[in-house]
């Protein structure tokens, strides 16, 4: 049994190291594709604009920025500290947090996150090759994962520290499906053999899922298959109801049957499991998926902020 | 940057008109390139390098003097070599009319024998080529193709004009450095993207995954499609891995597989798995130790029967490399002729014949002008060239030329074009080939990956580009503008 401050600071540190790798994934995955999509600035202006939308970051973002530029929005996405979700924002809050847990996990565990912090502290941008800059982030997040999954002991502490990353992981693969069904539209009149491959493999790339889908699907990249992946495999490690499956085993471990609110948070993502498992594979389609993927945004909206509002 | 570049004199350079004009499509690069400093340059090269160790993009070379074969990276050139779109175009309509033109000699070979009916090819060069294979006779691999991926060799003469150099409709390799080269350069140089429209080659797999999966034997489940490779310690294994991962199919091994009722299965924990499609990288001697080679560790014995049996389907087609011989290539202009009633769009190199006496004097009087090829070696092996051989060299070949006038072509030593490439602290012209990879499908489907493979030739003056002979490779682009 651990008490609600601590609790909560592991569920956070979870939710922010995760969200430190979701971006630079994403960025860096858009950052070399979006240039050959598009066939004028204005156009890749509107692809970024896009990722902000997906990020529910543009208005935020026009608080601060004029132009919609590539350089603009990788700033803002990593570097700015007026952006309480950039990279580097995560990055600090995931130190904090740990900073007031530290004397509880393996010393290593702080040592990663610290490490990372410093360094990313001092740049002020993504240097000449964004690749490696953003690989040298994901790294540190996979050590700090591949530390604490090694030397945790499998207490409250680590559930809630596996309930934040599942969370955001959920939250995140919804944000990134939903990014498909919004190119998909826009992107009608184009060429769509090309644009339609291109943007699925890109989605693909972002969830580090390409290859797992591969072996899977083969060569059926087509949307509804692509979504109906992301969103209801239950063995790819980024899928929605991976993601939900484990936040739920991880959830099982840490609240009590006398706990009416952790009750609830489990009973109503266990309806949102069942549901997913059992979607029929028309809901897929280009027609009826964005209606229900906004439901389902809700939905896991709605668990997010129970496991908020669980710790007060 | 290039203030320095020197022509080689009779050569076309890809980059350079002759007065050192640079050539319209180079023109976005070459002001980027010169806006960065030299030792920059060197130092993202030396990045990438670097990055291929650490990925394994590695090659095995056989025979190291301490009996262990060695692992190394295959040098790359971080300065691309762009083709415009409309030369690619015409390229491409020429690739797609050769690769028709063979896969349609192949079938007829194994089947009615029309073009030697004809008499355009005698008998004798197909039955006693060593890549005729009696067991294909009648048989209708699904779908009508043999040559499911093939590379075809072209290179430039002095003016610029294409020619083909060799057909490789076997188990051609190199693919995966097409892929390897495009990441390392969208990686690490991505801003030299960003001021030209560059054609995306991510489609090519997936063409070839369809077109793998599209000539399964039976079309009532979902196929089962492997790569059969030789082991860890074939030289191209690492692309072996590459395909099999970019691909999401298994790789697999002969022991792997097993033959029983003559379907194949795939072992695996606690059961076995049909295969439907086998792409192999497997010489077709080593295929099956029960049809061809029988001391063949390699291959999966019955694998030929339930071949024949049409319960798999084996990529390329066991027997193609009858039609990639040598001596089958100077006849390849007869059979786009023969078979397509097109006029060749891409030439041969000129090549003489040494059966024909005349051919034969005329070689042996300028054997110092020539490059000798054997008939039925690749990659480099048991090749004379003339211009840089020595004297004991052109007499060891004179004398098999004399002793088996029919294991040997001959063709002018050809003037490859050139590549501004780095060398130590500055940029010099080396000689480059292309080697473009064609998947054809079904109903003569055909897809080129745009570009293809360009090898370079890294020492100064030399004309080998081959890898096993110290050949490296550049990322190679069609751009439109």
Redesign the interface.
């Known amino acids: 049994m651990i008490g609600n401050r601590i609790a909560e600071t592991f569920f956070w540190i979870g939710r922010y190291s995760e969200r430190v790798a979701n971006h630079a994934r994403l960025l860096n995955v858009s ?2 594709t979006y ?2 999509w598009a066939k004028s600035e204005a156009e890749l202006q509107n692809l970024w604009q896009r990722i902000l939308f997906a990020l529910s970051a543009n208005i935020d973002y026009r608080q601060h920025y004029q132009e919609t530029s590539t350089a603009n929005v990788v700033h803002y996405i990593t570097f700015d500290r007026q952006n309480e979700n950039s990279i580097v924002s995560c990055l600090a809050k995931a130190r904090n947090n740990l900073r007031a847990v530290r004397e509880r996990l393996p010393s290593r565990m702080w040592e990663a996150i610290n490490e990372a912090y410093i360094w990313l502290r001092r740049q002020n941008d993504t240097g ?5 800059f953003f690989r040298r982030t994901k790294n540190y997040i996979a050590l700090f994962q591949g530390v604490a999954e090694d030397g945790m002991p499998r207490s409250d502490e680590w559930h809630m520290l596996q309930i934040g990353r599942y969370m955001e992981r959920a939250e995140n693969t919804t944000r990134i499906l939903n990014l498909i069904y919004f190119n998909n539209d826009q992107d009608q009149n184009q060429n769509r053999l ?1 644009n339609s ?2 943007q699925l ?1 890109a989605a693909l790339r972002t969830l580090d899922g390409l ?1 797992a ?4 699907h ?2 059926r ?1 087509r949307v509804e298959i692509v979504a109906r992946f992301i969103t209801a495999n239950p063995i790819f490690p980024r899928s929605i109801l991976f993601s939900l499956l484990s936040l739920h085993n991880h959830a099982e471990q840490v609240f009590s049957f006398d706990s009416p609110a952790g009750q609830e948070i489990l009973d109503s993502n266990r309806r949102l499991t069942d549901e997913i498992f059992h979607l029929p594979a028309e809901t897929f389609n280009l027609a009826t998926m964005p209606p229900y993927l906004n439901r389902l945004m809700n939905d896991i909206n709605q668990i997010g902020l129970k496991f908020a509002g669980i710790f007060y | 940057m290039f203030s320095n570049y020197r022509l080689s004199d009779g050569y076309y350079d890809e980059m350079f008109a002759p007065g050192n004009q640079i050539r319209p499509h180079y023109w976005p690069i070459a002001s980027q390139l010169s806006r960065m400093p030299f030792d920059h340059l060197v130092q993202r090269q030396a990045t990438m390098v670097r990055q291929m160790i650490k990925q394994g993009i590695t090659f095995t070379l056989y025979n190291s003097d301490d009996g262990q074969s060695l692992e190394r990276t295959i040098p790359f050139d971080i300065i691309p070599r762009i083709i415009p779109e409309p030369e690619w175009q015409y390229l491409q309509s020429g690739l797609k009319q050769r690769i028709t033109a063979l896969n349609r000699f192949i079938h007829d070979i194994y089947h009615r024998q029309d073009i030697v009916r004809a008499g355009l090819i005698p008998r004798e060069m197909i039955v006693n080529n060593t890549y005729f294979r009696p067991e294909m006779k009648d048989l209708d691999p699904p779908g009508g193709v043999y040559c499911h991926l093939s590379g075809i060799d072209l290179v430039r003469d002095r003016d610029g004009r294409y020619y083909v150099l060799e057909d490789n409709l076997r188990t051609p390799s190199g693919i995966s450095y097409v892929y390897k080269n495009r990441w390392l350069m969208q990686q690490y140089f991505p801003e030299l993207f960003f001021t030209c429209h560059v054609s995306n080659i991510d489609y090519g797999l997936q063409a070839f995954l369809s077109s793998l999966r599209s000539v399964a034997p039976r079309d009532d489940r979902d196929p089962t499609v492997v790569l059969l490779t030789p082991g860890c310690y074939n030289s191209a294994y690492f692309e072996h891995t590459f395909l099999a991962q970019e691909m999401g199919i298994d790789l697999v091994e002969g022991r792997d597989l097993v033959v029983c009722d003559n379907k194949v299965y795939m072992r695996y924990l606690g059961g076995r798995k049909q295969v439907d499609v086998i792409y192999r990288r497997i010489d077709d001697d080593f295929l099956d130790p029960l049809a061809f080679r029988p001391d063949s560790l390699l291959g999966v014995p019955g694998l030929i029967n339930a071949y024949r049996a049409g319960n798999v389907t084996i990529c390329n087609a066991p027997g193609t490399g009858v039609a990639d011989d040598k001596a089958i290539y100077i006849h390849v202009p007869d059979m786009i002729r023969f078979y397509l009633g097109e006029q060749p769009i891409i030439s041969n190199v000129p090549t003489y014949v040494l059966q024909r006496e005349e051919d034969r004097r005329y070689v042996l009087d300028h054997l110092t002008e020539m490059v000798v090829k054997h008939t039925s070696l690749s990659g480099g092996y048991g090749m004379l060239i003339g211009p840089q051989a020595g004297r004991e060299e052109l007499d060891k070949f004179r004398q098999l030329i004399i002793d088996h006038p029919e294991q040997y072509i001959a063709q002018p030593t050809l003037t490859l074009s050139t590549v501004p490439s780095l060398a130590g602290d500055q940029i010099v012209p080396r000689h480059v080939d292309l080697r473009p990879y064609i998947m054809f499908g079904r109903d003569e489907n055909v897809h080129i990956l745009p570009g293809g493979l360009t090898r370079v030739a890294l020492s100064e003056g030399s004309l080998v580009v081959n890898s096993s002979q110290g050949g490296g490779s550049k990322d190679t682009w069609v751009t439109s503008p």
Not at chain 1, 128 to 132: K, S
């Open positions: 950052y070399h240039r050959e000449d090759i964004p690749y490696a090309i491959f291109q493999t290859e889908f591969r072996r899977i083969a060569d990249l």
